[in-house]
């Protein structure tokens, strides 16, 4: 199994900044992919970044430019940047692992979630 903690996380108004860090534990040797999904009230999660083993990033459309995902494989960690938040940020946010209990499939493990509140 792979365990997932969150921190960070809270209310921040509209153009500020706040970072999520996620430290994971457990078989961290088989992890592959790692990520952030938010979800909205009334909405399905969504992802809103991720990061391979080697560095590789991809992110949504609606925060292109604006969040930076990194990740320390030797302090099995994972982050989230945001910048120039906007009140349709506000959600609920998942850190996220992909992970091989075999070779040749794939698990979810996912984050307790952190609240984030983009608001005047």
């Known amino acids: 199994q792979v365990q997932l903690v969150q921190s960070g996380g809270g209310l921040v108004q509209p153009g500020g900044s706040l970072r999520l860090s996620c430290v994971a534990s457990?078989?961290?040797?088989?992890?592959?992919?790692m990520g952030w999904y938010r979800q909205a009230p009334g909405k399905q999660r969504e992802l809103v970044a991720s990061i391979t083993r080697g560095g590789t990033t991809k992110y949504a459309g609606s925060v292109k430019g604006r969040f930076t995902i990194s990740r320390d494989n030797a302090k099995n960690t994972v982050d989230l940047q945001m910048n120039s938040l906007k009140p349709e940020d506000t959600a609920v946010y998942y850190c996220n692992a992909k992970w091989s209990p075999v070779i040749g499939l794939q698990s979810d493990s996912w984050g307790q979630g952190t609240q984030v509140i983009v608001s005047s």
């Open positions: 457990g078989r961290i040797f088989s992890i592959n992919d």
